[in-house]
């Protein structure tokens, strides 16, 4: 089946280490994104791609990195950087006009 | 600039009755507007869409969305609400690109159904 697969579902981190997260789709989009979901807050994106070896900084992409290697994979490094890294995580592809969502990856840091 | 605004953060109903739930969005020109649902701990899954023609838009289980130009709205409804249908739901705009689309949320309706 088609999809995006977002991995690990739940990540617990020390405070000050470097995390990335993994998205994967094999929908063949080129546009691929992330977003930060916290409560109250809807959707907030950190960096977009729209196609391979390009990305951009989305709206709060402070303490965030990102890679676009392959067409089908757009990980994301949460930094120490980052001051409040606590949240779920969205990856999201599109072509056209209708954007697809994994399943999230909810990260704690302790 | 766009923004979404999504007036209710949480919408407590009783089984079998009517629901509505409303957004609003600001933007200098022509969007595609869409209607998402998130069960707790999941991923986005879309209800339904508007990209252009008819303004009455019917998604999946139920729903319906009408787009008003006029008032920049697009609201959702279901005539009669399940439990099953608790759940958060998301408002979104996107500019409509030839080859890439940048989205943009609202900050979500809990809907509460309750028995």
């Known amino acids: 089946d088609g999809g995006i697969t977002q991995s690990p579902k739940y990540l617990f981190r020390k405070e000050g280490q470097n995390v990335t997260l993994s998205c994967e789709q094999n929908?063949?989009?080129?546009?691929m994104y992330w977003y930060r979901q916290d409560p109250g807050q809807g959707l907030r994106l950190i960096y977009y791609s729209q196609i391979v070896n390009d990305f951009q900084k989305g709206d709060i992409a402070e303490g965030y990195s990102v890679s676009r290697e392959k067409k089908e994979s757009f990980p994301l490094t949460v930094t120490s950087a980052q001051k409040n890294p606590t949240a779920f995580y969205l990856c999201?592809?599109?072509?056209?006009?209708?954007?697809?969502f994994g399943q999230g990856t909810r990260l704690t840091v302790v | 600039a766009q923004s979404v605004t999504q007036l209710d953060s949480q919408v407590p109903v009783f089984e079998e009755a009517p629901v509505e739930l409303r957004c609003n969005y600001s933007s200098s020109v022509s969007v595609y507007l869409f209607w998402y649902v998130q069960y707790p701990n999941q991923g986005l899954q879309l209800l339904l869409k508007y990209l252009s023609g008819s303004t009455l838009v019917k998604g999946i289980n139920g729903f319906e969305a009408e787009f008003n130009k006029s008032q920049t709205s697009f609201h959702l409804r279901k005539p009669s609400v399940h439990i099953s249908d608790t759940a958060e739901y998301f408002c979104?705009?996107?500019?409509?690109?030839?080859?890439?689309?940048?989205?943009?949320f609202g900050s979500g309706t809990k809907l509460n159904v309750k028995p």
């Open positions: 929908l063949n989009h080129d546009a």
């Open positions: 999201a592809s599109s072509q056209n006009t209708e954007a697809f």
């Open positions: 979104a705009v996107s500019l409509g690109g030839v080859n890439f689309n940048k989205f943009y």
